[in-house]
């Protein structure tokens, strides 16, 4: 059975840093395009950043510079390491492979 | 980058069928799949449709998806309607330029 795990979320202050982990179970997150999406309270689905199975990555023009996508292979587990983070970063962020299947999400709050 | 315009919200009574479309703004719909997901309030997306009219499995054979290029939109459309697909309703789709790209969503009321 697939399973996408997220965890890491928390409350974090302006310009602070945080890293999000998303652990899969049932397939290999190397051999897939991975994403990261967001929701703020009450929004719709924004899309974050992707990691292709060949290693390139990607980023919404919101987060570039700021945010990074990696993968541990050895682990089978996807990160998000988010930094300079601002108000308009809280969010629910979802890990997913991509059109396929869906983590449960993580909320993060950044508020001081 | 392209854009995809869903309508805001839909309803329709159990029983029926309702299609929500997904109109790109520029480029061919037919050129990148399209993928639709469904969120309940409270929950994660989960995926009912993929690669324009794939179903995952698990995904009731009452949800299809297709796309209509002299429209250049994509719709997904529900039949014998349940009050458990009261959802918010999203679609996506990408190009060499953008790698996801999600429509607004779409409320269906099932009343």
């Known amino acids: 059975e697939v399973q996408l795990v997220e965890t890491g979320g928390g409350l974090i202050q302006p310009g602070g840093s945080l890293r999000l982990s998303c652990a899969a179970s049932?397939?290999?997150?190397?051999?897939?395009?991975m994403s990261w999406v967001r929701q703020a309270p009450g929004k719709g689905l924004e899309w974050v950043s992707v990691?292709?199975?060949?290693?390139?990555?990607y980023y919404a023009d919101s987060v570039k510079g700021r945010f990074t996508i990696s993968r541990d292979n050895s682990k089978n587990t996807l990160y998000l390491q988010m930094n300079s983070l601002r108000a308009e970063d809280t969010a629910v962020y979802y890990c997913?492979?991509?059109?396929?299947?869906w983590g449960q999400g993580t909320l993060v709050t950044v508020s001081s | 980058n392209f854009m995809l315009t869903q309508p805001h919200s839909v309803s329709e009574s159990p029983g029926k069928t309702v299609t929500i479309s997904c109109t790109r703004s520029?480029?061919?719909?037919?050129?990148?799949?399209v993928q639709w997901y469904q969120q309940r309030p409270g929950s994660a997306p989960t995926t009912v449709i993929y690669?324009?009219?794939?179903?995952p499995s698990g995904v009731p054979d009452r949800f299809s998806g297709s796309i209509d290029s002299s429209s250049n939109s994509a719709s997904l459309t529900i039949s014998g309607l349940k009050t458990e697909d009261e959802a918010d309703y999203y679609c996506?789709?990408?190009?060499?330029?953008?790698?996801?790209?999600f429509g607004g969503g779409t409320k269906l009321t099932v009343l």
């Open positions: 997913a492979r991509v059109n396929l299947n």
């Open positions: 049932g397939f290999t997150v190397s051999s897939n395009y």
């Open positions: 990691i292709y199975s060949g290693g390139s990555t």
């Open positions: 520029s480029g061919s719909i037919a050129s990148n799949y």
């Open positions: 690669e324009d009219n794939q179903r």
């Open positions: 996506q789709s990408y190009d060499s330029s953008a790698p996801v790209v």
